[in-house]
């Protein structure tokens, strides 16, 4: 395997990361009250893009997987790896909630200089903590990796 | 005495880099690592959604607004150069030596600037709907010098 493969995976992983959690991040501070001059509606209408990223952060991930063995589950187990996915799931369903219960389209209304709701604010909340969990999870992965 | 081999000199005698370094604890380097990428996280994530709007995506969303995230790039910045001296100083020869660290610093550089620009381009014009072709090639320019630090930074790694 060449040498470059590894790093040239983790960049495009790395500038669909920033992409997608640029999105989703700018939404949570939005809700949260940074930038209020911000309406929501446009805003979310950014979540498409956001979901290519996705895609193109599990495609790369994916590939780092098979040829990076830090990036696995184990065995060893990496518990960092194990972390990572599990936070990943619970942000999948942070944002099921947030798509079943209506918010987001209750958050579609909030205008320039309008307030959230409590409940918007505690699910945006909980995404930021999930991802900067995630974050934290990955720069582990190789520290890690075989420790138990 | 080049100025390298000087702090390195420096940086072996410290008590507090020598414990960073040889510290196989998560609290130690993999925490100044953690902080470095969370705070690039912040930064290139806003400076992405900034740029990429300043380019004609999502024409309705209002650009001054916008410029309330630079206080996030700023903290992001911040954390991210001093988390980064601070694993510099663990092992300043091999890192300063390492053929894509000038590469790395210069994107980081123009990028840093960039944004100072783009800043006070969007605070002075005050611009609602389109942005000027200026600040289009700012976004342009300050897109690819963050994309060419995170690629240089990735690679040096693997070098």
Sequence with gaps: ?148 | MHIVDILQQWSENSAFFTWLRESPSIWAYPMVFFIHTLALVFTDSASVVIDARLLGAVRRLPISPLSKLFKVIWIGVTLTVVSGLVMLGTDVQTKVMNRLFPVKMLFVLAAIVLTAVLRNQIASTGVESSASPLARVLAAASLVCWCGAIASGKFAAYL
């Design chain 1, 1 to 148: 395997m060449k040498w470059w493969f590894v790093p040239l995976w983790k960049t495009l992983h790395y500038f669909a990361v920033a992409g997608l959690v640029g999105i989703v991040g700018l939404i949570d501070l939005r809700i949260l009250g940074v930038a209020k001059g911000l309406p929501l509606r446009p805003l979310q209408r950014l979540m498409p893009w956001a979901f290519v990223s996705f895609l193109v952060t599990a495609v790369s991930g994916y590939a780092l997987s098979r040829i990076d063995p830090a990036n696995t589950i184990g065995p060893p187990v990496n518990v960092a790896y194990a972390a990572k996915i599990l936070f990943l799931v619970l942000i999948g369903l942070n944002d099921v909630l947030y798509f079943a219960t209506g918010l987001k389209r209750q958050v579609d209304g909030v205008g320039a200089g309008d307030n959230t709701s409590a409940s918007a604010k505690i699910v945006a909340a909980v995404s930021i903590a999930l991802w900067i969990g995630v974050v934290y999870w990955s720069r582990m992965l190789t520290f890690l990796a075989g420790a138990i």
